[in-house]
């Protein structure tokens, strides 16, 4: 499976961006997926992750209220809906596909297949 990440780009502090993750080689249907993002000079850390057949999501306490997380399995297609964004939101995003069970979706070693990771800039 090949995982394209999109979207990115130099948004104001309050704007909105729309991240989108497109799979090829294979369905994704079958596939935890989660996105990641990584600050640059720091390590990835885990921003949220949804079901195999969306009925859960999951996110981290510092995205939590801001950003949704959808997926379109008939597409096969993951959306990170990013509102409200602050500067320390800056960071490049990756979105991944794995097998976790949903407990673990936020441990980046348990996902297989990365995307190249798109960079989303928040000036203040």
């Known amino acids: 499976v090949q995982l394209q990440a999109s979207g990115g780009g130099l948004v104001q502090a309050g704007d909105s961006l729309r991240l989108s993750c497109a799979a090829s080689?294979?369905?994704?249907?079958?596939?935890?997926m989660g996105w990641f993002r990584q600050p640059s000079g720091k390590e990835r850390k885990f921003v949220g992750a949804v079901s195999r057949n969306s009925g859960g999501t999951n996110y981290a306490d510092s995205v939590k209220g801001r950003f949704t997380i959808s997926r379109d399995n008939s597409k096969n297609t993951v959306n990170l809906q990013m509102n409200n964004l602050k500067p320390e939101d800056t960071a490049v995003y990756y979105c991944a596909a794995g097998t976790s069970a949903w407990g673990s979706a936020y441990l980046d070693r348990l996902y297989y297949y990365w995307g190249q990771g798109t960079q989303v800039t928040v000036s203040s």
């Open positions: 080689g294979g369905s994704l249907r079958s596939y935890v």
